[in-house]
T-cell receptor, first 113, second 112 residues
Framework: ETGVTQTPRHLVMGMTNKKSLKCEQH?????MYWYKQSAKKPLELMFV???????ENNSVPSRFSPECPNSSHLFLHLHTLQPEDSALYLC????????????FGEGSWLTVV | QKEVEQDPGPLSVPEGAIVSLNCTYS??????FMWYRQYSRKGPELLMY????GNKEDGRFTAQVDKSSKYISLFIRDSQPSDSATYLC????????????FGGGTRLMVKP
């Protein structure tokens, strides 16, 4: 148990579907993140939210849409994805200004067919 | 040139061996350095966290930072099959930011 919970753990979706990934952190942190991890590539930062405000959008295509309703919850809305978007999507949280250790969830495995 | 370079491996060692995992980086402004362990189909978990140059020990794990050479290492003593995982190095410019830069990870296999 890492304190960061992601659902669903596995998701298969067609290219015309709309789905959402959910993340909840129980650590009292003030920053949350979405990362993408593909085979044989480094972790790619997608979005950063500090105190519910989006502070970073790392040139992510608009078919990925984040939402942060409060400091404990983070969503990633997915629509009209491509097969190359198949990857492990990791949510993370940290306390900015306090060592900045990032804690990851277990990830959501996404397969786009 | 990538900002953080890490040999992808796989690195295969016998049980009980001393393992050395390394990262080099290009930005001399990095101040905080981390090592994460990621088991197959799981999220990365923080192993070690160090600030600036020097060594830090935690059980069988020792993290070493050499800022003059822009080189960090993670040593694992008496390696166990349960240490088989991918090890990711990460670094950040300062305590106030939250933009970690990760290496690509080294896959370690410890054979019984």
């Amino acid at each position: 148990e890492t304190g960061v919970t992601q659902t669903p753990r596995h998701l298969v979706m067609g290219m015309t579907n709309k789905k959402s990934l959910k993340c909840e952190q129980h650590l009292g942190h003030n920053a949350m993140y979405w990362y993408k991890q593909s085979a044989k590539k480094p972790l790619e930062l997608m979005f950063v939210y500090n105190f519910k405000e989006q502070t970073e959008n790392n040139s992510v295509p608009s078919r990925f849409s984040p939402e942060c309703p409060n400091s404990s919850h983070l969503f990633l809305h997915l629509h009209t994805l491509q097969p190359e978007d198949s990857a492990l999507y990791l949510c993370a949280s940290s306390q900015v200004g306090s060592g900045n250790t990032i804690y990851f969830g277990e990830g959501s495995w996404l397969t786009v067919v | 040139q990538k900002e953080v370079e890490q040999d992808p491996g796989p690195l295969s060692v016998p049980e009980g061996a001393i393992v050395s995992l390394n990262c080099t980086y290009s930005n001399s402004a990095f101040q905080y350095f981390m090592w994460y362990r990621q088991y197959s189909r799981k999220g990365p978990e923080l192993l070690m966290y160090t600030y600036s140059s020097g060594n830090k020990e935690d059980g069988r794990f020792t993290a070493q930072v050499d800022k003059s050479s822009k080189y960090i290492s993670l040593f694992i003593r008496d390696s166990q099959p349960s240490d088989s995982a991918t090890y990711l190095c990460a670094m950040i410019l300062n305590n106030a930011g939250n933009m970690l830069t990760f290496g690509g990870g080294t896959r370690l296999m410890v054979k019984p």
